[in-house]
């Protein structure tokens, strides 16, 4: 599981440092990413650092806590406010606030907080992952394909047109995807899964148990050898046993 991205917000530079040192002790999946003094800080490091859960002081000088949801249009984050005084709690929950923590900030009390926080975004996460599996199973019918890149062992979630693939080669136990007008990215699934996932109807073909190719992107095509000279200048195969189905896709 990646980390979570955490930010917090207090304008008082002691209790920014306590509640620091308290999560970095707590949680090793915890990134405190950005530590903020009053709410315009805060707006800019959320948009810079994409946070997943932000700990907010109430009070503060010219903006209280809640009034962050004046600055964006959505919250994308998740928020635990952190309050001296309980009766900021119903304050709190109107903005739909995972929780409020009671300064001085018990143990406890914060882990119980983190643990809410955690199965909030583990929920949200799981949203996000049928919606964008109904978005592929759309896309067989509008020309789309959402895939989980990897990058730098990250993973993040990328939308394509069909047109826009060249080829897809198998590269291990992963497929590197290949575009017409940007890097090769790779992929941890191999290419079985790909051929479940295009349509049938689709101008691919597996030509070899290495590749996929989409016709529409061949430029020439040598039989003898079994070569395939695709778009950008890339160099596909296509193996004996799918010669002839293949001279016949790529003539029709």
């Known amino acids: ?16 440092n306590v509640l620091q040192n308290l999560l970095v002790r707590y949680d090793v999946e915890l990134d405190i990413v950005a530590l903020c ?56 929950f109107e903005i739909n606030a995972i929780d409020y923590i009671v300064k001085p900030v018990e ?14 975004l583990k929920q949200k996460s799981q949203i ?7 978005n592929s199973i759309h896309g067989k ?14 993973v993040s979630k990328r939308i394509l047109n069909l047109q826009e693939i060249i080829a897809i080669e198998a590269s291990g ?9 940007d890097s ?7 290419l079985k899964y790909f051929q ?3 349509p049938e109807n689709s101008t691919f073909f597996r030509s070899h148990r290495s590749w996929i190719l989409n016709i529409e992107h061949v430029l020439k095509f040598n039989p003898r050898f079994g070569d395939v000279k695709m778009t950008n200048d890339l160099s596909a195969k296509v193996s004996k046993n799918q010669l002839e189905k293949f001279e016949e896709r790529s003539s029709s």
């Open 184 to 190: 090769p990215f790779l992929i941890s699934r191999n």
């Open 1 to 16: 599981m990646n980390k979570l991205k955490v930010i917090i917000v207090d304008d008082e530079l002691a209790a920014r």
């Open 128 to 134: 996000e992952h049928y919606q964008l599996l109904l």
């Open 173 to 181: 136990a992963y497929s590197k995807v290949h575009l017409e007008n």
């Open 37 to 92: 003094q009053d709410i315009p800080e805060a707006v800019s490091s959320i948009k810079e650092f994409k946070p997943d859960l932000v700990f907010l002081d109430v009070q503060m000088p010219d903006y209280a806590g809640y009034e962050i949801v004046n600055f964006f249009d959505e919250l994308t984050f998740e928020i635990i406010f952190v309050t001296a005084y309980d009766q900021f709690a119903i304050k709190a």
């Open 107 to 120: 143990r406890n009390r914060l882990s119980e907080s983190i643990s809410k926080a955690k199965e909030r």
């Open 141 to 154: 019918e509008m020309g789309k394909i959402v895939l989980s890149e990897l990058s730098d062992g990250q």
């Open 196 to 198: 479940s996932l295009l």
